[in-house]
Structure formats: C-alpha cells, structure tokens
C-alpha cells in the first residue's frame, strides 16, 4: 500500500549531544547497523518529539496497546498505562519511542497515522510484525507486554482492588471460609500409616 506523507525529519543535535548520546549506546551501535539501526534510532531519538511530548498521542496509543494484549481490559481504567510512566520500571526512557514505532507500523502497514485508530485484528497484526523484527524491537515490545500483565494482573498500584479478569479479589478480599476449604477435608489425606509402615 502506498503512502503520499512525507517523512519526518530528525531532529537537530549538536555534534556534542550527538557523542553523548552514542557513548550511552555504546555496544548497541555496532549491532544496530547491522540489524536495522533500531538501537541508533532509540539512542540518538531519532524519532519526532511529540511522541515523547504530547500526552494525548501517548494515552491513546498505551491504552489501546494495554487493551489489544490483556485482552477484557478496560481503556478507561485509571491505573492502565501508569506502569509506562514509573520511574521504577527501565521502559520509562523508551516509552516515546515504543509510541512512536506502533504508529510508524500502523502507517506503513496500514495508512493510519495513530496505533489507537486501528481495530483489534490491524493492532493484534502490527504486534506480531514488531515481535518478528529485529532482536532490540522484540525486547522492547516483550517488556512492554510483560509489564502490562503485571500491571493488570498483579494490581501492583492497587492492593485492594485486585483483578477480575482473573478473579484476583485483591488484599481485602478475603473468602468466606466455606469458599477457602473442602467440606470434609479429610477425604484428601494420605490413609494413615502404623508404627511398622502397614496400612492401619
């Protein structure tokens, strides 16, 4: 499918940052240029600025990213995306690059500008076109599918609340006992041995 946009420029670094910011790649340079300047890219941002800066973009395309791989989770929840903005977490510095190559695969595989316009099928395809890309683009987006699960899953910004998709009551959710045990609990011992190893 053809596309009639141009292509976004990078932005301009001075020679100084640009060495800074290859020194923090390092290693990855090297490997990068074989493999589809994926690395280069990240360490250099080589990629617009608004997917760093624009909050709006980047609510949009998360929620729907959140959504498209836990599959019955709810785009309006409060917490769904916070776990790309903790510090805690490594992926916080290539949160606007993750945002920026799901619209790049939306736009080249599908003439769409925003990840987040896609339908469930399109989204579910741009994610398997980036799991099979190069070996820097499948960490990224593993880690991004790994933190979303424990996001979702874990309720780790939420003791209490837990997760229904899983039928995770939370902290405070605590069962009655009926729902805790089996009635006659008994039945599931090991029969009883004597002093000489018989059956009693």
């Known amino acids: 499918m053809s596309s009639t946009h141009t292509p976004q420029s990078a932005p301009n670094v001075s020679r100084r940052e640009a060495v800074r910011r290859m020194a923090v790649v390092g290693a990855g340079l090297t490997a990068g240029l074989a493999a589809g300047c994926t690395p280069l890219r990240i360490g250099l941002a080589m990629y617009p600025h608004r997917y760093d ?35 805690y977490y490594p992926l916080t510095p290539y949160r606007g690059y993750l945002i920026y190559d799901l619209c790049e695969r939306a736009d080249r595989l599908f003439d769409t500008k925003l990840f987040s316009d896609l339908d469930a099928g399109q989204r579910i395809r741009i994610l398997q076109d980036a799991l099979s890309a190069d070996k820097t683009t499948r960490r990224l987006y593993e880690g991004a599918i790994f933190l979303a699960q424990i996001s979702c899953y874990a309720g780790i910004y939420d003791d209490a609340g837990g997760c229904e998709l899983i039928d995770f009551h939370g902290a405070s959710g605590i069962l009655p006992l009926a729902e805790q045990t089996y009635p006659a609990p008994e039945r599931y011992f090991a029969r009883r041995l004597t002093a000489d190893g018989n059956y009693a």
Not at 56 to 80: E, H, K, S, W, Y
């Open 53 to 87: 800066t624009d909050p709006d973009i980047g609510n949009r395309v998360l929620r729907a990213f959140v959504t498209t791989v836990i599959p019955g989770a709810r785009a309006t929840t409060p917490d769904l995306i916070r776990v790309y903005e903790d510090d």
